[in-house]
């Protein structure tokens, strides 16, 4: 079961979301493995606002010690409206694909762009 989480992305700023994955107290290891992170405007959404993935690299692995950072530049943050998203962030190993997080995508307005 993915854990919940509301994520707040200020406007127009650089977003940095970073979180660790353990086992047992022990980090996972995710040597192998791929992400995607997909914020819609709501579950079920066809549009996506915006996809982190290991791929685009918009999502980093500190593999060894289970570590997954998201960055999103100033620029796509603030051609984010503001208001409230869902995201779900899915992790990949072989065929295995398992949801750690998932919740509200907030974006606060910003007055300096």
């Not at 993915?2 to 994520?7: F, P």
């Not at 606002?49 to 060894?64: H, I, Q």
């Not at 962030?89 to 295995?96: H, I």
Request: aromatic residues 10%.
């Amino acid at each position: 079961m993915s854990a919940k989480y509301n994520l707040v992305c200020d406007q127009a700023t650089t977003f940095n979301f970073q979180f660790q994955i353990l086992n047992n107290e022990t980090p996972l290891n995710l040597t192998g493995y791929t992400g995607t992170m997909t914020v819609r405007p709501f579950v079920g959404a066809s549009t996506t606002t915006v996809v982190a993935t290991t791929a685009n690299g918009l999502m980093v692995f500190d593999a060894v010690n289970g570590r997954v950072t998201i960055t999103i530049s100033a620029t796509t943050t603030g051609a984010i409206a503001a208001g409230r998203y869902s995201y779900d962030l899915v992790l990949t190993s072989g065929a295995t694909v398992t949801r750690y997080l998932e919740g509200k995508f907030i974006v606060t307005g910003a007055v300096t762009q």
